[in-house]
């Protein structure tokens, strides 16, 4: 795992003021514009405004805990086109209130609310006062639910005071502020958990009528439970899946195209993220990183390197756990 802190104070204090210490707007703005996506930052009062972002990463998985004065953020077709992120990033607002829009939508959110947005799409978030907020980010191919159901989501009000809401809550707060101090394989256990329990709120507030009668849905997540259980198999193909399904392949090929993906790209990523697991995992060093390649359908060791490193950016050897 990697963290980094852009700050001189803790997260789980108070709300910054004036006088409390963090960044000054230009490193803020830096900070926060290079945390993964492209954004543009902008606050009215930048001579007195103050700011902090603490950030931690396992594989392809981003959390952050953030605190800052008034300002907005805004993730502009220019910045998309120039460096596109196929990411979607859950928000818990802690403390103040904020403004978020997206998808023409413009929803109010105050402490305790919570919201999704994708990266891919213009998005703008706006606070007018102090505020504190925790943010999980990761690739949209690791939730099993159909790009267009997520879409009905973006930019709404998701409850955190009831239900699966009031449980993913907590759970992503003091993830943002404990995740720096976490070892890898505990991390990356934890991030994944966030992400799961993201799925079920999102499921939740389809609700069971969208989700009895959404039959595609329901296909797409046999298929991908079926990658799962066969991405040892270096053989496995769009063939073979499809046929396991009775469907043809050009209609697996249209799914997953509905998902801004392919099948083949689906199934190399969740072969790599197979992969990080073990090699963070300390249960498992005596496994060769040749050897993790080889048990998750990778047959040139060469190869895998190149595509691991191209996935998260560093080799496996990096993520190795000592």
Do not use: W
Not at 143 to 154: C, G, K, M, S, Y
Request: net charge negative; proline share 5%.
């Amino acid at each position: 795992m990697t963290s980094s802190r852009h700050s001189e104070g803790d997260l789980s204090e108070a709300p910054l003021t004036d006088a409390s210490p963090g960044l000054g707007f230009i490193d803020y703005r830096h900070a926060v514009s290079n945390a993964v996506v492209a954004l543009d930052v902008h606050a009215e009062h930048d001579e007195h405004f103050r700011g902090a972002l603490d950030a931690a990463t396992a594989g392809d998985i981003h959390v952050f805990g953030i605190s800052a004065g008034e300002h907005s953020v805004h993730r502009t077709p220019g910045l998309i086109s120039r460096a596109p992120q196929q990411y979607v990033k859950f928000s818990l607002i802690e403390e103040g209130t904020g403004l978020i829009v997206q998808d023409g939508r413009e929803t109010s959110l105050s402490a305790g609310d919570m919201a999704i947005y994708d990266t891919d799409r213009p998005y703008s978030l706006l606070f007018d006062d102090t505020m504190r907020m925790s943010i999980v980010m990761f690739p949209k191919v690791m939730l099993d639910i159909p790009p267009d159901a997520v879409a009905r989501l973006t930019a709404m009000r998701l409850d955190g005071a009831s239900g699966v809401g009031a449980m993913i809550g907590p759970y992503v707060a003091s993830l943002a502020r404990g995740a720096p101090e976490l070892d890898t394989h505990l991390a990356r256990r934890m991030f994944r958990t966030a992400v799961e329990m993201v799925g079920t709120l999102l499921e939740a507030n389809l609700g069971p009528d969208a989700a009895s009668t959404d039959t595609h849905g329901t296909l797409l997540r046999r298929i991908l439970d079926y990658i799962d259980e066969n991405l040892p198999d270096s053989d496995l193909s769009p063939g073979q899946i499809a046929a396991a399904h009775f469907i043809s392949v050009r209609h697996l090929h249209a799914i997953f195209n509905e998902q801004g993906t392919t099948v083949s790209t689906m199934i190399r990523a969740r072969r790599l993220e197979r992969c990080y697991d073990v090699l963070v995992d300390p249960q498992q060093t005596h496994l060769s990183i040749t050897a993790v390649a080889m048990a998750h359908g990778f047959v040139d060791a060469a190869h895998f390197s190149r595509t691991f490193r191209a996935h998260f950016g560093v080799p496996p050897s990096a993520v190795r756990t000592a």
